[in-house]
């Protein structure tokens, strides 16, 4: 079992859509939470932390059930420039030294006009 | 925001050579620097975790003898692959962190490494 595990999608919505992506994660010691958003062929970059009070940032909102060990993102009145891969990750029990990271395989939007 | 440069961006070999990638934190000094390996359609894979001064911690499976790293100072770590094989082509991705909350990581553009 992959320890973090997303669904690949793609995901198709237009403008304007509201999109949800899951997450699930193995580890129930995990430590920490992100979601990172990855544009073809480029770097990853953050795009927030997760807590489990639930945040947001503008259109984009976080939450994390521990005791499901479940992920989600949020995207509010999509916009063509959302378009990208988004790449749930989560860091293991005991990294807070280390900065591992472990990415889930990412989920694919596509936000049509 | 922390930047971090890779270079080269792209890189052509043919099988048997062997490729140098260089990762530079251009405006801090980085404690951590971190490999990883992104094939098409599938998630970033952690490679390897080096400190500067120390030798590499590879994971699982990554050999230490083909993806040579090395940390020698706060600014720049290298990562070479040795003996390259057409298998060994994928995107290759340094980040870089500075403080003890390792989280924080600034990622480099990446290396498309492709061997013929």
């Known amino acids: 079992r992959k320890e973090v595990e997303q669904d690949p999608g793609p995901f198709n919505v237009p403008e304007g859509a509201t999109v949800a992506f899951n997450c699930t994660y193995s580890?129930?010691?995990?430590?920490?939470f992100f979601w990172y958003r990855q544009d073809c062929r480029k770097e990853p970059k953050l795009l927030m932390s997760?807590?489990?009070s639930g945040n947001e940032d503008g259109r984009f909102t976080a939450q994390l059930n521990r005791a499901s060990q479940y992920i989600s993102l949020l995207i509010r009145d999509s916009k063509l420039s959302d378009s990208a891969t988004y790449l749930c990750?989560?860091?293991?029990?005991?990294?807070?030294?280390?900065?591992?990271?472990?990415f889930g395989q990412g989920t694919t939007l596509q936000v049509k006009p | 925001g922390a930047v971090v440069s890779q270079h080269p961006s792209r890189v052509i070999c043919k099988s048997g050579t062997s490729v140098k990638i260089e990762c530079r934190s251009l405006?801090?000094?980085?404690?951590?620097m971190f490999w990883y390996r992104q094939f098409p359609k599938q998630s970033l894979m952690l490679m390897a975790t080096?400190?500067?001064?120390?030798?590499?911690?590879?994971e699982q499976g990554v050999e230490k003898d083909k993806f040579l790293i090395n940390h020698a100072s706060l600014t720049l770590s290298t990562l070479t692959v040795t003996s390259a094989h057409p298998e060994d082509s994928s995107f290759y991705i340094c980040?870089?962190?500075?403080?003890?909350?390792?989280?924080?990581?600034?990622f480099g553009p990446g290396t498309r490494l492709t061997v013929t």
């Open positions: 980040s870089a962190s500075a403080g003890l909350a390792g989280h924080e990581q600034y």
């Open positions: 990750v989560v860091t293991p029990h005991g990294s807070s030294n280390t900065g591992k990271l472990i």
């Open positions: 997760v807590y489990s």
């Open positions: 580890n129930s010691a995990s430590q920490s």
């Open positions: 080096s400190n500067e001064g120390s030798k590499a911690t590879y």
């Open positions: 405006d801090f000094q980085a404690t951590t």
